[in-house]
């Protein structure tokens, strides 16, 4: 079934169709099937060589996620500034399995009664190169779902539906796109630092909150 069909189910029924099965529409931990994890809370995602950390610009649906200072020290980090990561059985458009992937649910809307967690998302559904990152209704489709790519100490962060990885912009608003090689043979100091600046844009350090340091 389409995601775009999947997601009007879901906004109908409170469910969406995944793999052949009905997945709660009220958070992707809800799916998780007997022996899977419950998602690990108190977890933050620090791009690299920063102090900073991903964090949506409000509590609501749409909000976009962003890179902004953290606010704290480890286990004083806000729930503001907090993800819990939901490593239970995902599923891809065709039904299979997805190995290794996890979904970012923000912390503050997990568990609470009347409210629906968010996850963070791809703006549309977009497999589109430069498509904004945001909140929106968990419901365990591809576009909610990411791998950790390369170096598990720092790696890149990639979107299931689209294949892209997650890159903090100049201005601080995070997007997805390809990934960055390296500077072809004759390329100039410059270019050296150019490309070298995106490839630190596309990784992070996702982890405990305690681990942290820095912030205000």
């Known amino acids: 079934m389409p995601i775009s069909i999947a997601r009007r ?13 009905v997945l709660s529409g009220f958070a992707a931990a809800a799916s998780a099937a007997p022996g899977d994890p ?14 900073d950390l991903l964090v949506p610009t409000s509590g609501r649906s749409g909000a976009r996620v962003v890179s902004q200072p953290r606010i704290g020290k480890a286990q004083d980090t806000p729930e503001s500034q907090v993800w819990a990561f939901d490593n ?57 779902v990411f791998t950790f790519v390369g170096d598990l100490q720092v790696p890149n962060v990639q979107n299931v539906r689209s294949g892209l990885n997650l ?30 600046a995106r490839r630190d844009a596309q990784t992070f350090l996702p982890r405990p909150k305690s681990l942290g340091v820095g912030g205000a």
């Open 38 to 51: 419950p998602p690990s809370r108190d977890r933050v995602i620090q791009p690299f060589r920063t102090a």
């Open 88 to 144: 239970s059985r995902k599923f891809d458009q065709n039904g299979a399995v997805i190995r290794g992937g996890v979904s970012f649910i923000f912390q503050p809307t997990l568990g609470r009664s009347g409210v629906r967690p968010l996850c963070m998302d791809v703006a549309g559904d977009s497999a589109q190169a430069g498509a904004s990152v945001e909140l929106r209704l968990c419901d365990g489709t591809p576009s909610q």
């Open 9 to 21: 189910l879901a906004t109908v029924l409170g469910t969406t169709v995944v793999a052949g099965g």
């Open 167 to 196: 890159e903090v912009q100049p201005d601080g608003t995070v997007v997805q796109r390809g990934f960055v090689g390296r500077a072809p043979a004759g390329a100039s100091a410059q270019e050296r630092a150019k490309l070298q």
